[in-house]
């Protein structure tokens, strides 16, 4: 079983910068970051998978440049540093993790992950 509690959500003025914070127990192999906003579908902003030799990391083209992921496994912490905000990024941000090693859709595909926060909101204005 996995839990997952987000922070690190508010508000910022546009080209400002925001750290989200994921704290993560159970099956972390594979995460992801999403957004939603009202009236549309969540979308993924960020994904990693933390293999047995490698780590990989997946980003959308939105948010290339701009988003990272990491994962502190001391801390069993997965973050999203996210720099040039803009209005467009205003969200509520879920963390997910699939909650397996293996997985049938992609790790940006957000029917990969089982589990998910409660979500903490980001505006930008």
């Known amino acids: 079983h996995v839990q997952l509690v987000e922070s690190g959500g508010g508000s910022v003025q546009a080209g400002g910068s925001l750290r989200l914070s994921c704290a993560a127990s159970?099956?972390?192999?594979?995460m992801g970051w999403f957004r939603q906003t009202p009236g549309k579908e969540r979308e993924a902003v960020a994904a990693?998978?933390?293999?047995?030799?490698?780590?990989?990391?997946y980003l959308p083209d939105s948010v290339k440049g701009r988003f990272t992921i990491s994962y502190d496994n001391a801390k069993n912490t997965l973050y999203l540093q996210m720099n040039s905000l803009t209005p467009e990024d205003t969200a509520m941000y879920y963390c997910?993790?699939?909650?397996?090693?293996?997985?049938?859709?992609?790790?940006?595909?957000?029917?990969?992950?089982?589990?998910w926060g409660q979500g903490t909101q980001v505006t930008v204005s």
């Open positions: 997910a993790a699939s909650g397996t090693r293996s997985a049938v859709y992609p790790p940006l595909d957000r029917r990969r992950y089982s589990y």
């Open positions: 159970g099956n972390t192999y594979s």
């Open positions: 990693i998978y933390r293999g047995m030799v490698t780590t990989d990391i």
